[in-house]
């Protein structure tokens, strides 16, 4: 058995900064901070960045703990309305990726899951933006279980086994995303990774990452089904 854990913006879906804007906008409302421009925000659970904007505007930890439930509500508050705020460039579904969650839907060998940085609240919410039903994937775990990425693929990896009610291994996982917190993520079980270069990282960087393998895109549904299932 496979555990298919996706990882969401710039693997499966871009929403083309409505996650960054909704995040700025909860920031200054709600903890008058305002993050560096240059922040980067691919990779990173939405806890980690509300908490490096904060620290960047002055706040130490006590403080940015008092507000990190407000910032998040806020954020969440914000982002249906950003997600359908540019009717000329709504989120859109990265190639191949239909095929390649019927795919693993279909395969009884595979379990479909999530593994993303992204408060899960908000992973609902930008994954119907784009029509795809967060209810199909059986296992997952976010940003909301923990503000530290690396931790969520013991997460995954422990729900999958409830799940499944059996032991899962490390290795019986497969993280697919788009960064190469994404691979250190996988790497921290065990899983096979899978990086795809629909984010801002290019093949070179995902390969120096230690990606298992790297892909252009998932459109090539035989080749991603295949990785998945050799991994
Ligand atoms: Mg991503």
């Known amino acids: 058995m496979k555990i298919a854990l996706f990882d969401i913006d710039g693997t499966i879906l871009l929403a083309h900064g409505a996650g960054r804007r909704s995040m700025e906008r909860a920031l200054v409302a709600g903890a008058g901070a305002v993050g560096s421009g240059g922040q980067h925000y691919a990779g990173k659970t939405d806890p980690q960045i509300a908490r490096e904007a904060m620290r960047y505007a002055g706040l130490n930890d006590a403080e940015i703990d008092a507000r990190m439930a407000g910032v998040i509500e806020l ?33 009884e060998g595979v379990v479909l899951g999530l593994l993303t940085g992204n408060v899960m609240v908000g992973a609902e919410r930008k994954l119907r933006a784009v029509g795809v039903d ?30 499944l009610a059996r032991d899962v291994a490390g290795n019986a996982c497969v993280v697919i995303g788009d960064t190469p917190a994404d691979v250190a993520c996988g790497l921290a079980i065990g899983a096979r990774t899978i990086a795809v270069c629909t984010g801002n990282f290019s093949d070179a960087e995902l ?9 252009r895109d998932l459109s090539d549904t035989p080749a991603v089904l295949q990785a998945i299932l050799n991994g």
């Not at 989120?91 to 795919?103: F, H, K, Q, T």
């Not at 909301?144 to 995954?156: F, G, M, N, V, W």
């Open 75 to 107: 954020y969440l508050a914000n982002l249906d309305a950003e997600l359908h705020a540019s009717a000329h460039d709504p989120p859109r579904v990265l190639p191949g990726v239909r095929e390649i969650l019927d795919a693993c839907e279909a395969h």
């Open 134 to 163: 967060p209810g199909r994937f059986e296992v997952g775990a976010f940003g909301s279980d923990h503000e530290d990425r690396p931790t969520l693929a013991e997460i995954a990896r422990q729900r999958a086994a409830d799940y």
């Open 207 to 215: 390969r120096a990452s230690g990606a298992h393998v790297v892909m």
